[in-house]
């Protein structure tokens, strides 16, 4: 059974950064893509980054130039660094992995 579980979320001030981690199990982190994505309430769901089987990345048009996804194979985890954070970051964020989700991380940018 593949299961994913999201971490790292939480309060951050304006122009601060965290880290998101998604670890995996059941299915290898590296097989195939592993997306993250965010839903604020009343919004559709948006991709914020994306990294392929390969290592290739891609980036959301929100959070492009302040964020980086990378992951670590000894530990099954995908990480989502956002720097820069603004108010309208505030938001679930939840990892994919083929057809599997995360319960997702609350993120909420606020003084």
């Known amino acids: 059974q593949v299961q994913l579980v999201e971490s790292g979320g939480g309060l951050v001030q304006p122009g601060g950064s965290l880290r998101l981690s998604c670890a995996a199990s059941?299915?290898?982190?590296?097989?195939?893509?592993v997306q993250w994505y965010r839903q604020a309430p009343g919004k559709g769901r948006e991709l914020v980054a994306v990294?392929?089987?390969?290592?290739?990345?891609l980036y959301g048009d929100s959070v492009k130039g302040r964020s980086t996804i990378s992951r670590d194979n000894a530990t099954n985890t995908v990480h989502l660094r956002i720097n820069n954070l603004k108010p309208g970051d505030t938001t679930i964020y939840c990892c994919?992995?083929?057809?599997?989700w995360g319960q997702g991380a609350q993120v909420t940018v606020s003084s």
């Open positions: 059941g299915r290898a982190v590296s097989s195939e893509n």
């Open positions: 994919g992995l083929g057809i599997y």
């Open positions: 990294i392929g089987h390969r290592g290739t990345t």
